[in-house]
């Protein structure tokens, strides 16, 4: 049994504190990494039921009988992948393409780039799988699909999330806004601070519009 | 004056209610909480204020730990925690007679807990929130809000409505507890991706708090560093945590809490103490648990401790404020000479770090204010206030952070807890598709299924159960709580869409994880905002 919240300090010398929350005493053993197909690291779900005894019998179920796959970052190096694909949409796939069975490969790819990270093949419906890949959160796009004469034919496509904020394009120029509660506006201002012209709204140049998403807050002049 | 300090509270605990047990040990996280850092915080609160000492703390007070601080049975509970804890210090001071090492220290705890109770019913009523609210009526804190059940945003995105909710229900949540909507937010775990600030603005947030590298990583780097807030691209303030004045408290090797005068957390009397005697005031099936009566000082890296001295100890809290001055006002005139306005240094802390963990905490920042006070060379300020005094604030794009180890996503999802995303995922588009497809249900038993299948999901969304499966430590009672919620859920889906409903279930949940007893299922559909 744990002894009080937040028991991960408790373990350390009495008094002393950690200054980030959730370190561990060793690194974590993971070793899911984007592989050459034939040296993949596949960790089947359900792997962690041997944590969950507490409940006794009454199981979480392993999936949903449903479609999916998704792309999650954990860092600026690492990305995790799970997946669920059902008989259903596989074998409707595979009668399309007039074959009787494949193997099934995820293809994971940078969103706006497109450039293919890797690819690695499934034998399980229901997985899950960490991608080792320096995508400083670039957003990654994954694909289950299926090989046929060695093309590639997709079946299921992650969602894409989040949408992209508005961005400030590295100009390396200062963009500073002034937003005065009550009066209802927001003043953009071009230059550094001590230099700024309040009359001057943001340049074009130095802003995009994200494709998709949030869009900007509109600048009101004062 | 050389510069801004705003100290920022981190208050939250996750929603733990268990009815269906006299004595539930995880209760107790809330039981320690309010005797050892709430009430004692609200105490020196209350004596500035006497004392005619100006202060401004930043407090957030997550939407979980509103429900619990006014749910009617966890109060009960809290008492009957409270009455055993004086009859274990009397027992004590009876027990240790003319001990001269360790009868002071239980006067001590006796006198305290005494202290407690009187105010607890005499001055908040019975409600902790009464002081919060008491004191941000005098101006002198700021409360902020936090997600409804504390989830870890960033792992939610893939359903763009889970996030949104969450940020709904906290400002909802935060109305009916306050009155008022929040200008700010501690997001958890300090966590942040790309696009969040837009969801913050469409719920009227106007600042949230950032890890350092979450604003020096930002694009633009930020002229004035952490030392200045920024606005997003969407017109959100964030400010960025200081790393020095952080590392004064909470570093492992070189913090305050870890002087050896101070209380040593982890010797008590639950633990010390012959079994037969103790028993009544540990676990009823006779786990040992810790008490609050500790008597003893860390007194170094050794198993042979001292006894504890609270005079010596309250010595150095004061020692350790006039530090905490002193460095903060070099820090300032250092970056004071640097920029074009005063440096505002942001100093975010969990709230339990003071009393519970570090148990002079209280003390240190009731000396801490004195001395701020006496001295005018800077000035505590709230987020709202500093924003009024500078409304123009350079414009970057944050990067995606966390204030978790290693400053990203990893402690929230690694092997030992990344099960729990495929169900999180799959219960918020079920819940989204069903509270679209029955927007207009007029049926009150199936909106009532509705209402609390949007409370098993913001429940088991919490933050604090992928936390403790990382740390191990707490491994099981996570797992069963994130378990319970989803097998919770899908046993609703199911009833409701048989039509077999079990009425009995369905009210015993409403007792049981009653969190947000006025929540509407429809927030969840993507046409309510319209």
Redesign the interface.
């Known amino acids: 049994?744990?002894?009080?919240?937040?028991?991960?300090?408790?373990?350390?010398?009495?008094?002393?504190?950690?200054?980030?929350?959730?370190?561990?005493e060793s690194e974590?053993?993971?070793e899911g990494k984007c592989l050459p197909r034939d040296t993949i690291v596949f960790?089947p779900?359900g792997s962690?039921d041997k944590?969950?005894s507490?409940?006794g019998t009454?199981e979480?179920?392993k999936?949903?009988n449903?479609d999916?796959i998704?792309v999650?970052?954990?860092?600026?190096d690492?990305n995790?992948v799970?997946w669920?694909i059902t008989d259903k949409l596989l074998n409707s796939r595979l009668r399309e393409l007039n074959i009787g069975s494949a193997e099934l490969i995820i293809k994971i790819s940078e969103r706006d780039s497109r450039k293919e990270v890797c690819s690695f093949e499934i034998k399980e419906r229901i997985g899950?799988n960490y991608i080792k890949y320096h995508a400083l959160?670039r957003p990654l796009v994954a694909e289950i699909g299926i090989l046929k004469n060695g093309e590639f034919a997709g079946l299921l496509k992650s969602?894409t999330?989040?949408?992209?904020?508005?961005?400030?394009a590295?100009t390396?120029e200062?963009?500073?806004?002034?937003?005065?509660?009550g009066l209802g506006g927001?003043?953009?201002?071009s230059g550094?601070?001590?230099t700024?012209d309040m009359a001057s709204p943001p340049s074009k140049t130095i802003?995009k519009r994200p494709e998709q998403?949030?869009g900007?807050?509109l600048p009101v002049k004062h | 004056m050389k510069g801004y300090w705003i100290p920022v509270l981190h208050s939250h605990l996750p929603f733990v209610k268990h009815p269906e047990y006299d004595y539930f040990l995880e209760e107790h996280w809330l039981f320690e909480a309010i005797s050892e850092t709430y009430i004692p915080l609200l105490i020196k609160m209350k004596d500035m204020v006497d004392g005619n000492i100006d202060f401004r703390l930043t407090v957030s007070i997550t939407p979980p730990l509103l429900e619990m601080f006014s749910d009617e049975y966890l109060t009960a509970q809290y008492l009957k925690h409270l009455d055993k804890l004086i009859e274990l210090s009397e027992k004590e001071i009876n027990r240790l007679g003319d001990d001269r090492d360790f009868l002071p220290a239980a006067c001590f705890y006796n006198n305290k807990f005494r202290e407690i109770k009187s105010f607890f019913i005499d001055f908040l009523n019975y409600n902790v929130l009464n002081g919060y609210r008491y004191f941000r009526d005098l101006g002198k804190i700021e409360i902020i809000t936090c997600g409804a059940t504390h989830s870890f945003l960033p792992l939610l995105g893939i359903n763009p409505r889970a996030v949104e909710v969450q940020i709904k229900v906290a400002v909802d949540s935060y109305n009916k507890h306050f009155g008022e909507s929040p200008e700010g937010i501690w997001l958890p775990e300090c966590a942040y991706f790309e696009g969040l600030d837009g969801i913050l603005g469409e719920h009227g947030i106007r600042f949230f708090f950032l890890d350092s590298h979450g604003l020096m990583n930002g694009r633009p780097t930020p002229k004035y560093s952490v030392y200045a807030p920024v606005y997003t691209m969407n017109g959100i303030a964030a400010f960025g945590r200081d790393p020095e004045s952080s590392k004064q408290v909470w570093d492992s090797s070189e913090g305050y809490p870890g002087d050896f005068n101070y209380r040593d957390f982890y010797r008590d009397v639950g633990f010390d103490l012959d079994f037969e005697y103790i028993k009544p005031y540990i676990s009823p099936d006779g786990i040992r648990t810790f008490t609050g009566l500790k008597y003893y000082r860390i007194t170094g890296s050794t198993d042979i401790k001292e006894p504890y001295d609270p005079v010596a100890a309250h010595k150095k809290a004061f020692e350790h404020a006039l530090h905490f001055h002193s460095e903060r006002k070099k820090q300032m005139e250092t970056l004071g000479a640097l920029m074009s306005r005063p440096p505002v240094v942001v100093s975010p802390y969990d709230a339990e770090l003071f009393g519970h963990w570090w148990f002079e905490g209280p003390d240190f920042l009731y000396r801490l204010f004195c001395e701020i006070d006496k001295n005018r060379v800077m000035k505590a300020i709230t987020p709202t206030e500093y924003l009024n005094l500078h409304p123009q604030n350079q414009v970057i794009s944050p990067s995606p952070s966390s204030w978790g180890y290693e400053g990203y996503y990893d402690v929230w999802l690694n092997s030992e807890n990344d099960w729990i995303y495929r169900h999180l995922h799959y219960m918020a588009d079920t819940l989204e598709d069903l509270a679209n497809k029955h927007y207009n249900e007029t049926d009150l038993i199936r909106e009532r299924v509705l209402d609390q299948l949007t409370r098993e999901l913001l429940l088991a969304q919490s933050s604090d159960w992928a936390f403790l499966m990382t740390t191990k430590t707490a491994m099981e009672y996570s797992a069963k709580r994130t378990r319970e919620h989803i097998l919770n859920f899908n046993k609703l889906v199911d009833a409701f869409r048989t039509n077999t409903i079990d009425t009995a279930f369905l009210e015993w949940l409403e007792y049981k994880n009653s969190i947000f007893d006025e929540l509407d299922f429809r927030v969840y559909a993507s046409k309510y905002d319209s």
């Open positions: 049994m744990f002894r009080s919240f937040y028991p991960l300090e408790m373990e350390k010398p009495p008094g002393l504190m950690m200054e980030q929350k959730g370190r561990k974590d053993s993971r960790e779900i962690d944590n969950n507490v409940f009454q979480i179920p999936g949903y449903i999916t998704v999650m970052p954990v860092n600026a690492m995790f799970y669920e899950k959160f969602r999330v989040p949408p992209p904020s508005p961005e400030i590295g390396g200062e963009i500073w806004m002034e937003k005065i509660k927001t003043v953009w201002v550094s601070e001590d700024h802003m998403g949030m900007f807050l």
